[in-house]
Structures are given as C-alpha cells and as structure tokens.
C-alpha cells in the first residue's frame, strides 16, 4: 500500500463516470499532492480541494453528476477550492445548449454553446492562451501566449467578463479559463499540456496547501 504523506494537500477528483481520472490524477500527485478518486460524498467533504473532470456530452455528465452536485455546490460555497477541467468547466456554467437545455451548477454564470460552424468541430490541438489576468493565482508563472492542449466543441460564454482570467481563438475568441477567488476552471487539458499545464496544476495545489481562499 503506497503510503500517504499527511503534510501534502488531500485533492478529491470526482467519480462520476466520465473522463480520463488517471492522467488528472498522475498529474495532480507530479504537482504535489495527495490524490484520491472517488464518488463518496464524506471523502469530497474532508478534502482540502476537489478537481471535476470531464469528456463527453452535458446532458450525460450533468446527469451522472446530480447525486454529488449538491455537494460540490456546497463545499464552493464554503471557500474550498475547486477546478473544473474541460467538461468540468461546462458543468460548472449555469446552463447548457448540448443536445437541449440543461441545468449545469451554476456556479459560474453563463451558458455552455457551440463553436461557430464556420470552424471544423472538435476544436482539437495545441492553441495559445492570451492572458487577461496574470496575477489570478491559477495562472503564477504562466507566460502569455503559452500553448495548452483542448479538445472541445462547446465553450462557456460568460455572463460577466471579468471571470475570464485566459482566453483563446478558435472560429471565435473563447473563454479558455476562468476564475473567481476559490471556483477554477479550464477548458483546455492541463494534464495534456506539457510544463504548462503542470505549472498551473501546481499552481492550483498551492491554493489548495494555504487555503487563503476558504471561508471562516
């Protein structure tokens, strides 16, 4: 059994089906931290941060998701910090146009749409985040015009511009990552991106070690 350091920060990535939780979690553990993936309610309550991952279709994932929502929804609520990761970072959006309407966690305000048609769909492969925000922690250290790796045909159109803390291009100029004080997310892969993405995974498990952003 591989033992577990208590001084490292206990990250939570949620078991709801969808999404590559081996890489993330590889990742997560490279940055410096103690990982677990799980399902359990209790375990996502006495982390210290909880990542949402995600590859597929909303209304699938949302669906899967709903038994653990309320959770996740709470636990921001309180200053924990979270990223979502791709998908995550839909379901995060208040609402999404996939396949229908459907209701995401509205933890971030806005709604889930398609890229344009007059661009090849999935967006897939290397692009470049400009910047908007460098001094968000999630993005420490990050050069602007950095390349990290997506693959998506659906981004989160903000309601208010000033949670995008990254944009990117592609057949229109999209939010790439968005941030408040304790609520994250990416719609690039960071576990796919190289030094990049293990800069902000690092980064994103210093939030999770100082709890600055946690609510008394």
Known sequence: ?????????????????????????KALEIAGSSVKITAHRQEIVSSDAIVLPGVGAFRDAISRLRPLSKTIVEEAETGKPILGVCLGLQLMFTESTEGGLH??????????????????VPHMGWNNLSILKPKHPLLKGIPNQSRVYFVHSFYGDAEKQDIVIATSEYGRVFPAAVGTENVMATQFHPEKSGETGLQILKNFVTISKTGKTRKE
């Not at 059994?1 to 979690?25: A, C, E, H, Q």
């Not at 209701?103 to 090849?120: A, Y």
């Open 1 to 25: 059994m591989k033992k577990v350091d208590r001084n490292l920060p206990k990250i939570t990535i949620v078991d709801y089906g969808m999404g590559n939780l081996l890489s993330i979690s």
């Open 103 to 120: 209701q995401g966690l509205n933890l971030c305000k806005g709604r889930v749409i398609k890229l344009p048609d007059s661009v090849k």
